[in-house]
């Protein structure tokens, strides 16, 4: 019997989560209706002002995507946690940290890429210009799947705990504001006229600690939850 490689079995973990996803379609638009109104209710309860919205624009936009990230997190794991598909990736003799990146990576193409797309249309609506608002989209490329890849970590350590929604927030938060500064000061050095390289390379390099160390930790976690 030929053996699945790892290439395939990661390629038909992300596929398999996409799938699914699909047809829950109304969990994730309830996320992006969620990143929006959240932002819609600024210039409403701050100021209507475009001065002041400009100001703290990059603020609002991640502070909701953060917690827009944070509403899909409790679904990471739960349905294979119920349905026995966790217990049967345990038993795969593909390492469990791949089949986790998989899954993370599907999780974050239908949660964080969505608000990467549609951060310009919040932007242009509290007065970013052109140049912030391609900046905006950068942090939150290379933010967004930090946020899936920490907040997988949260998911899997609350598997099966009642209440866990407001466990993963109370694990993760502290361990998004790194990712929330950086985000939020390149994109206001940018509109101040500073220079705002060093923020950027910070985010690259929480990206690239995140995608290495976090499915370990997941992994890890998985098992625990899972005995």
């Given at each position: 019997?030929?053996?699945?490689?790892?290439?395939?079995?990661?390629?038909?973990?992300?596929?398999?989560?996409?799938?699914?996803?699909?047809?829950?379609?109304?969990?994730?638009?309830?996320?992006?209706?969620?990143?929006?109104?959240?932002?819609?209710?600024?210039?409403?309860?701050?100021?209507?002002?475009l001065?002041?919205?400009?100001?703290?624009?990059p603020?609002?936009?991640?502070?909701?995507?953060?917690?827009?990230?944070?509403?899909?997190?409790?679904?990471?794991?739960?349905?294979?946690?119920?349905?026995?598909?966790?217990?049967?990736?345990?038993?795969?003799?593909?390492?469990?940290?791949?089949?986790?990146?998989?899954?993370?990576?599907?999780?974050?193409?239908?949660?964080?890429?969505?608000?990467?797309?549609?951060?310009?249309?919040?932007?242009?609506?509290?007065?970013?210009?052109?140049?912030?608002?391609?900046?905006?989209?950068?942090?939150?490329?290379?933010?967004?799947?930090?946020?899936?890849?920490?907040?997988?970590?949260?998911?899997?350590?609350?598997?099966?705990?009642?209440?866990?929604?407001?466990?993963?927030?109370?694990?993760?938060?502290?361990?998004?504001?790194?990712?929330?500064?950086?985000?939020?000061?390149?994109?206001?050095?940018?509109?101040?006229?500073?220079?705002f390289d060093?923020?950027?390379?910070?985010?690259?390099?929480?990206?690239?600690?995140?995608?290495?160390?976090?499915?370990?930790?997941?992994?890890?976690?998985?098992?625990?939850?899972?005995?």
């Amino acid at each position: 019997m030929k053996q699945t490689s790892l290439f395939d079995a990661w390629r038909a973990m992300v596929a398999r989560d996409l799938t699914l996803a699909m047809r829950r379609r109304a969990d994730v638009l309830t996320t992006l209706f969620f990143f929006i109104i959240v932002v819609s209710l600024f210039p409403l309860g701050v100021s209507p002002e475009l001065a002041v919205l400009r100001e703290i624009a990059p603020g609002v936009i991640w502070v909701a995507a953060l917690l827009a990230s944070m509403l899909s997190l409790g679904r990471l794991f739960a349905d294979d946690y119920q349905d026995g598909s966790l217990e049967q990736m345990l038993l795969l003799p593909q390492p469990l940290s791949v089949l986790v990146l998989g899954k993370v990576l599907a999780h974050w193409l239908v949660s964080g890429v969505p608000l990467v797309l549609l951060s310009p249309l919040l932007g242009m609506q509290l007065g970013l210009d052109g140049d912030a608002i391609v900046l905006l989209m950068l942090t939150l490329l290379l933010g967004t799947p930090v946020l899936s890849l920490i907040g997988s970590v949260g998911a899997a350590l609350t598997l099966g705990v009642r209440g866990g929604g407001v466990l993963v927030s109370l694990l993760v938060l502290p361990l998004y504001i790194p990712v929330l500064i950086f985000g939020t000061g390149a994109v206001d050095a940018a509109i101040s006229g500073m220079a705002f390289d060093g923020q950027l390379s910070l985010l690259g390099a929480f990206l690239v600690l995140a995608i290495l160390l976090t499915p370990l930790a997941t992994s890890a976690a998985l098992r625990i939850s899972a005995e």
